[in-house]
C-alpha cells in the first residue's frame, strides 16, 4: 500500500527539512470557503512570482491533506486514491488555471494541499518536492434532505396500534380482577 499522504504532509511539517523548502512558485484559492455538500466550487491556481523562480515546467497535485488515504482531486471534480495531476505540465509563467469543482463532497472540514513537483514526478516521494505544499481550507456542511421529514400517516397509526394495545391489556387486566374477586 502507497504511503498515506496524510503522513507525509505531517512528518514534513515536523521537519525541520520541510521548514526549509521554499514556497511553491504556484499559490490557489478555493472559493466559496463554505459550501454545501453538492454544490459547485471554483479553484484557481496561479503562478506566485511571473518569470521569476521555477524555470521548469511543474506537474501541480490537489489533495486532501487530513485524511487517512490519499486522495488526489482530478481535473474533472473526482477523486482518485492514486496521484493524478490538477494540471500537467504547467509552466511558471502560466495563465492561472481556473477549473469548477462541480459537486464538492464529502462533507467535513478539508485541508487541500497543491503539491507542485517537476513533472512525470511522483508527488507521494518527498524526495522530489522542491518546495512546500501550499495549504486552504474548505468547508463542506452535510446536504439536508427533504426525507427527514417524518410521516405522519404512518406516526399516527402507530400512535392508535399503540393505544389499542395497551386497551387490550387494560381490558385483559380488568376483567381477571373482576373474575377474581
Known amino acids: 500500500m502507497r504511503i498515506l499522504l496524510a503522513a507525509v504532509l505531517a512528518a514534513l511539517a515536523a521537519s525541520p527539512a520541510f521548514a526549509a523548502l521554499p514556497a511553491a512558485p504556484f499559490d490557489f484559492t478555493m ?3 463554505a459550501v454545501t455538500e453538492g454544490a459547485p466550487v471554483t479553484i484557481r491556481i496561479a503562478p506566485v512570482r511571473a518569470g521569476a523562480g521555477a524555470p521548469q515546467a511543474h ?6 491533506a487530513r485524511s487517512e488515504e490519499a486522495a488526489f482531486l482530478t481535473e474533472g ?8 495531476p490538477f494540471a500537467r505540465a504547467v509552466p511558471p509563467d502560466a495563465a492561472p488555471i481556473v477549473r469548477q469543482w462541480p ?4 462533507p467535513g472540514e478539508h485541508a487541500f494541499a497543491l503539491i507542485a513537483v517537476p513533472v512525470s514526478t511522483d508527488p507521494l516521494a518527498r524526495t522530489a518536492w522542491r518546495y512546500r505544499p501550499a495549504i486552504r481550507w474548505l468547508e463542506v456542511t452535510p446536504r439536508v434532505s ?5 410521516d405522519y400517516t404512518a406516526l399516527v397509526t402507530l ?8 386497551a387490550a391489556v387494560w381490558w385483559t387486566l380488568l376483567q ?6
Request: proline share 12%; aromatic share 8%; net charge positive.
Open 31 to 33: 472559493s466559496p470557503a
Open 176 to 181: 381477571r380482577r373482576r373474575g377474581a374477586s
Open 146 to 150: 427533504d426525507k427527514g421529514i417524518p
Open 59 to 64: 506537474d501541480l497535485y490537489l489533495a486532501l
Open 77 to 84: 471534480g473526482a477523486w482518485s486514491p492514486r496521484p493524478v
Open 103 to 106: 459537486r464538492a463532497w464529502p
Open 159 to 166: 400512535a392508535l396500534a399503540t393505544a389499542g394495545a395497551n
